[in-house]
């Protein structure tokens, strides 16, 4: 669509569009690995900013205690395994389950009020429910009208917006299964909400339909006139990763980080991949690593040496780590640096010709992994 079509749509569903506000930026202070906020955290605008949410149904607890923070603007990807209690919680920021416990805003309006938020906000929840039978324009139709939101150009420039403007007039249940996700989502942004909930839109696609997703996504984030805040709930984590800006990890109903995505890759481990000229030197080389301190693997002809977060090998009197400043044990990329220096000039020492010295970049999966197995961990601690 059109700039000023867009413009001219929107100046007709709201009187007044409201102030351009800032962009999304990332978190001032250290990222804490159990979503804990710093001070300034709170200066930057928000639009969720909920705190001690929780659910219970019963004596099970499915929500519990979480502080939840996702800045205007942001595309944030929520994730966590199944039974995280990922759905219920977009179900009680939605206003669809009554939550136990918490209080915040949504939108700038209070979480208790949905009713003052939920004209500004389009979900996808779970399935679709469309009607089979209809046109993809007689079902938006359909539920415009419902919503009181009903205009026909709106309509076409929905359907063009995710892509279906030449299916428009075919039947629904000729569409494929990514077709119908689109659909939905063209349902969601009738309102021009400025939040969009998507629970889980890549949902059985095959690869082409998630890639397409992927790019709808990016898309549905950027406004002329205004941003949009975009909340993706989804199990595929390599997506998550490209798409989203902001993350929040939830495991067993609690909150295990939210932030930007490089504060969760950066508190992961370092690792680097080593690779002699001479298979005979693959022996010594690993006992090399494993000198200064690293965990060592062999694989093949490589030998895969990982410092983990937060810690320093032999403490900073390893050869390694000599004549680093303080700054360069505090900064990740310095600490590498220092690292790959070291391993180096120890190889060099003791006659190892390196071929190959490669940083590996620790992945969200990994990190997403290592995270849930603590909260595990724990509360198997907790129960004994």
Not at 97 to 122: D, H, I, K, N, S
Not at 327 to 346: C, F, I, K, S, Y
């Amino acid at each position: 669509m059109t700039q000023s079509t867009q413009q001219r749509r929107r100046g007709e569903s709201r009187p007044a569009s409201p102030p351009a506000r800032l962009p999304v930026q990332a978190a001032t202070g250290p990222a804490s690995p159990r979503g804990g906020r710093s001070p300034a955290d709170d200066a930057d605008p928000a639009a969720v900013d909920v705190r001690g949410l929780s659910k219970r149904y019963g004596r099970r607890t499915v929500v519990h205690d979480l502080d939840l923070r996702i800045p205007i603007g942001a595309v944030a990807g929520f994730i966590g395994p199944n039974g995280a209690g990922k759905t219920t919680t977009l179900r009680m920021l939605l206003g669809l389950v009554r939550p136990t416990t918490g209080q915040g805003t949504v939108l700038g309006r209070p979480l208790t009020e949905p009713a003052g938020y939920l004209p500004r906000v389009g979900a996808l929840i779970e399935s679709p429910a469309l009607y089979p039978r209809l046109s993809a324009r007689r079902n938006l139709e359909a539920l415009a009208i419902l919503a009181g939101q009903y205009h026909p150009s709106w309509i076409q420039e929905v359907l063009d917006e995710v892509g279906l403007g030449e299916r428009a007039d075919d039947e629904v249940r000729s569409y494929s299964l990514g077709m119908k996700q689109r659909l939905a989502i063209a349902a969601a942004l009738l309102g021009d909400p400025d939040l969009l909930v998507l629970d889980e839109p890549t949902n059985g696609l095959d690869p082409m339909g998630i890639r397409l997703m992927r790019e709808l996504i990016r898309d549905l984030s950027i406004r002329d006139n205004r941003p949009r805040t975009v909340v993706v709930s989804s199990h595929l984590l390599a997506e998550v990763e490209q798409i989203c800006d902001w993350i929040i990890v939830v495991d067993g109903g609690e909150l295990a980080y939210q932030g930007p995505p490089d504060g969760l890759l950066s508190a992961g481990a370092s690792r680097v991949t080593l690779r002699p000229e001479h298979l005979d030197d693959l022996g010594m080389l690993a006992d090399l690593a494993a000198g200064l301190g690293l965990a060592v693997e062999r694989a093949g002809d490589q030998v895969m040496a990982t410092l983990p977060a937060g810690e320093a090998p032999n403490g900073s009197a390893t050869p390694w780590a000599a004549g680093a400043s303080e700054t360069e044990h505090d900064d990740p990329q310095e600490a590498m640096r220092a690292l790959l220096g070291g391993l180096n000039r120890a190889a060099h020492a003791h006659g190892i010709t390196l071929v190959e010295i490669a940083p590996s970049r620790v992945t969200l999966e990994e990190r997403y992994t290592g995270l849930v197995a603590q909260g595990a961990g724990r509360r198997t601690g907790d129960a004994a």
